[in-house]
């Protein structure tokens, strides 16, 4: 079948196969899994096959694009994971400060935690992008986009810290990286997942991934939690589009239903200047007599409601 032969019928065909197929089948290396492809996958290859119709009919080798009139099935909205305080305690409470390692360690958790900058960005860090007397730090991020970042007073005394009495000294002459290990080399990212896994075993740590990302996760859902807003978090965090900082909205709002408790307009009304006596009580369950002969509530006006 050639290329421009494609009907939609097939296009539906071929997404009903991607949502029955094991992940790793007919994979030379890797086994064949139980679990189907996850939503996001067939999500990404569908994407990617509508970018290369569009290609073609931009470059006229096609005059209709397939996909045009095709649905491609959206991907799963997964529920971020985030530290709780009490999680983030105990695993700043895991770490021995009192060796340098372990004071760079403490560091590292403090930074992603503060900054909510990606691992890759932290691993990158130059001591020639660090104004901590201003309290910036410029990182790169995704495409070598630049920005700037800022840090809180307590990471800044950390830091001092860190790099004035525990940064060891680096094994090249060009080796300017903030973080470096035991033999003065850059942290890699691998060697950072690995301090959180043993730092979250340590803390016992249960129902959690105990990871850098979780660590961005947990400072982006706090941003807002503390009064930060929407479009100061994705300059913060890089993200080209408001798309994935809305995630973490949508997680942030599981505290509207306690904070409006607080601020609620009508519970903090002042009745008593009205004239009106504050006589309001919690309503009382119906009573069988009070419900129709379908279990339903009856209306006060004598029909079901």
């Known amino acids: 079948m050639r290329l421009k032969d494609v009907p939609r019928h097939e296009i539906r065909l071929f997404i009903s196969y991607l949502q029955q197929t094991r992940c790793f089948a007919a994979h030379p290396f890797n086994r064949t899994q139980e679990k189907t492809l996850s939503g996001h996958t067939i999500n990404c290859y569908l994407r990617s096959l509508r970018i290369f119709y569009s290609w073609l009919v931009s470059e006229e080798i ?52 503060d900054t909510g900058i990606r691992i890759s960005e932290l691993c990158d860090l130059k001591m020639e992008r660090l104004w901590l007397e201003d309290g910036i730090a410029k990182v790169i991020g995704k495409r070598n986009k630049e920005r700037m970042i800022p840090i809180g007073k307590q990471l800044q005394c950390v830091l001092w810290h860190y790099i004035d009495r525990c940064r060891p000294e680096p094994n090249t002459i060009n080796c300017d990286s903030v973080f470096l290990t035991k033999q003065g080399r850059p942290v890699t990212r691998r060697h950072s997942q690995k301090i959180m896994t043993e730092y979250g075993q340590k803390a016992k740590l249960t129902g959690i991934r105990c990871s850098p990302h979780t660590l961005r996760h947990t400072a982006a859902i706090s941003f807002l939690r503390n009064g930060g807003d929407v479009f100061s978090l994705q300059r913060l965090l890089g993200h080209a589009s408001l798309e994935m900082t809305r995630r973490y909205c949508q997680l942030a709002d599981t505290d509207v239903k306690r904070t409006h408790s607080m601020a609620s307009p009508v519970d903090n009304l002042d009745y008593s200047s009205a004239g009106v006596v504050r006589r309001f009580h919690a309503p009382k369950p119906l009573s069988r007599t009070q419900r129709d002969t379908t279990g339903q509530p009856r209306s006060v006006y004598g029909e079901a409601s």
Do not use: C, D, M
Not at 76 to 102: H, M, Y
């Open 62 to 113: 096609l005059e209709v694009n397939p996909f045009v009139k095709v649905k491609i099935p959206p991907p799963p909205i997964k529920v971020i994971p985030a530290f709780s305080n009490s999680q983030i305690e105990q695993l700043l409470r895991a770490i021995t400060t009192k060796t340098a390692i372990g004071y760079r360690n403490f560091a590292i958790i403090l930074t992603l935690l």
